[in-house]
């Protein structure tokens, strides 16, 4: 039976938390991964621009013979899926859609609150998809975009962290919410300060681990498919070395190469500027 | 006298910084204001990375008949300055050089601080510009990479960015330096706070203001060159209502109108990708 090859794309770091529980269910199965750090973050930009990212993403991926596609982001599953699904000849898993089935089955006050950054949350994409299916289900929306940059500064358990993490789920408590989801790849990294802030008895659903069980029933492998070992391959649109540093520890791997990946189609090079010596 | 027309370009807004400052010096002349909201933050991105943005940027500038450019954004600065030089026609002002020639002129301890993105700080330029004026300068530079999303997200007085901002600029108390050059646009929105940590007597220089006297003096023109109003236009690679919201906090003055405008040569539309229907 031949390996599967596993395409998976990110803004950045944050989706090798997806591609670890992927590793984990399917630890045969060879991985390709690109992460867009030349244009990261993706959370606060408009859909127009989402879009074509994830275009460019997408199609520096199919070149690679990838059988599926992982969309790793949040941001890019609410705001490029349809267009991925559309344009693509493979199949196409978002973080969503395993996401949002987990919390429906785990919730059993029908009050779920979804945590992500502007992009996530304003699309209204993780809201629409809960109540499609669970119509009476309540749903509690937060943005919390400092979350994003405090992670990647390592102030995962910091005083400050914890502050902010107050403000922004403050308006939580005392509601009934028994289910969190989780919406951004960082957000798990922040597990400990969150489970505080809410209380012990919060479920809390990281979206990798759905998301590699969904990539598993599509690819109907098992998890030694093959006795050959699996490659991963680590590409990335800027700064490829801080990517290995700090990759490490979302992967909790460590990382040996990453390549430089410019997926921009026409902008392999430094242009031509139209005005040069 | 005719009236000269002014290209700015930074990442975001944080640049609108400078041109208020220009604005307040130069009030008859027209400015351009080009925002590459698509892309940013450019802090953390390589120099190859910036210096492609860059030039995208002051190419659009140029393309819109401007007599000056003016490198808002101090990566840029760092980064993509002598680039520019080489290949512009017109004059290149960034926000260093006149920064660090106030900085040397006030100093009577010999010691310095700089406070930047990594980008900044790892770039050294600072560092070698302030030497090469004054070989027997002290610097102590710090890199404060949480500072901007603090800025971006209104946390300018908040807990948590006091506990943070203590905790960057703890190492420079007790040393005897005497000015500190808030070398990033979006730094001397903390003044306040950077100023209690740093005590009263700590001299804070604001690149705009050094930035908006250099272009004065190369533009040679005085406060009231013209009798005709002056045009403002503000362009930005991504989300143009955001910008002039969050914008008109920078700049001080209601930004009416924001136009989108995409940079990169060749993708003005969504490219037709790989695979289509």
Redesign the interface.
């Known amino acids: 039976m031949e390996k599967a090859r596993i395409g998976i794309f990110d803004s950045g770091f944050g989706g090798l938390t997806v591609m670890r529980a992927v590793c984990d269910l399917l630890p045969s199965e060879d991985i390709i991964y690109f992460g867009d750090?030349?244009?990261l973050p993706y959370g606060?930009?408009?859909k127009?621009?989402i879009?074509?990212y994830s275009?460019?993403n997408a199609?520096f991926l199919?070149?690679q013979n990838i059988d599926v596609l992982v969309i790793a982001c949040h941001t890019a599953s609410c705001l490029a899926k349809e267009q991925l699904q559309?344009?693509?000849?493979i199949p196409v898993i978002d973080v969503i859609s395993p996401s949002v089935k987990l919390a429906i089955s785990q919730t059993k006050t029908k009050k779920i609150a979804v945590l992500g950054t502007y992009g996530t949350i304003s699309s209204g994409v993780y809201q629409n998809e809960l109540r499609k299916l669970c119509p009476e289900i309540e749903i509690f929306p937060v943005a919390c975009?400092?979350f994003v940059?405090?992670v990647e500064?390592g102030?995962t358990h910091h005083?400050?962290?914890e502050?902010?993490a107050k403000?922004y789920l403050t308006g939580l408590a005392h509601k009934g919410i028994d289910v969190t989801i989780l919406a951004c790849t960082h957000y798990p990294l922040l597990v400990e300060v969150i489970q505080k802030i809410l209380g012990e008895e919060m479920i809390l659903i990281d979206p990798a681990i759905p998301t590699a069980e969904k990539t598993r029933l599509v690819l109907e492998k098992g998890p030694s498919s093959s006795s050959l070992s699996p490659t991963y391959q680590f590409f990335v649109?800027?700064?490829p070395q801080?990517f290995g540093q700090i990759g490490s520890k979302f992967l909790k791997k460590t990382i040996a190469s990453v390549s430089l990946q410019n997926v921009?189609?026409?902008?392999n090079d430094?242009?031509q500027?139209?005005?040069?010596?």
């Open positions: 750090t030349a244009r606060n930009k408009s127009a621009t879009v074509r275009v460019e199609n199919v070149s559309k344009i693509l000849p975009p400092l940059p405090l500064e102030f005083k400050a962290t502050i902010i403000e649109s800027d700064n801080k921009d189609p026409q902008d430094l242009k500027p139209a005005f040069a010596l």
